[in-house]
Nanobody, 129 residues
C-alpha cells in the first residue's frame, strides 16, 4: 500500500522558516517523482515543487522559487521541503504527492497533477503577519 506521510507544518511568523518532510513507503522510491501541492481556503490547488531521482531535476512554481528548496534522502525514502522567507500568502494545507517516473510538466495555481498520482494527508502551514 502506497503511503505518503507529511509532517512539519505549523504556525510561523512572516519571514520565518519551516521544513516539511514526506516519508514514503509501499513503492519503489526511485520509480517515482515526489512533490508538493498546496491549497488555501477558497483557492485553487497549486503545484509548487517536485524532485525526481530518475533525472535528478528539481522544479518550482514561480511563487516559491528562490525561497523553497526541495531535496530527497533516497536512503530514507523521504523528501523534504525547506521553506524560507515565509509569507502570509504561503498559508495553506501542504500535500505530499507521488507521480510515476518524472516530475509534472507544469506548476502553479490550477495545476492538479495526474489522476493516477498518490496523495498523502495534508499538513497545515500558517504564516502570521
Amino acid at each position: 500500500e502506497v503511503q505518503l506521510q507529511a509532517s512539519g507544518g505549523g504556525l510561523v511568523q512572516a519571514g520565518g522558516s519551516l521544513r516539511l518532510s514526506c516519508a514514503a513507503s509501499g513503492f519503489t522510491f526511485d520509480d517515482y517523482a515526489i512533490g508538493w501541492f498546496r491549497q488555501a481556503p477558497g483557492k485553487e490547488r497549486e503545484g509548487i515543487s517536485c524532485i525526481s531521482s530518475r533525472d535528478d531535476n528539481t522544479h518550482y512554481a514561480d511563487s516559491v522559487k528562490g525561497r523553497f528548496t526541495i531535496s530527497s534522502d533516497n536512503a530514507e525514502n523521504t523528501v523534504y521541503l525547506q521553506m524560507n522567507s515565509l509569507k502570509p500568502e504561503d498559508t495553506a494545507v501542504y500535500y505530499c504527492v507521488a507521480t510515476e517516473q518524472i516530475c509534472w510538466p507544469a506548476y502553479g495555481l490550477g495545476y492538479g497533477g495526474y489522476k493516477d498520482d498518490y496523495w498523502g494527508q495534508g499538513t497545515q502551514v500558517t504564516v502570521s503577519s
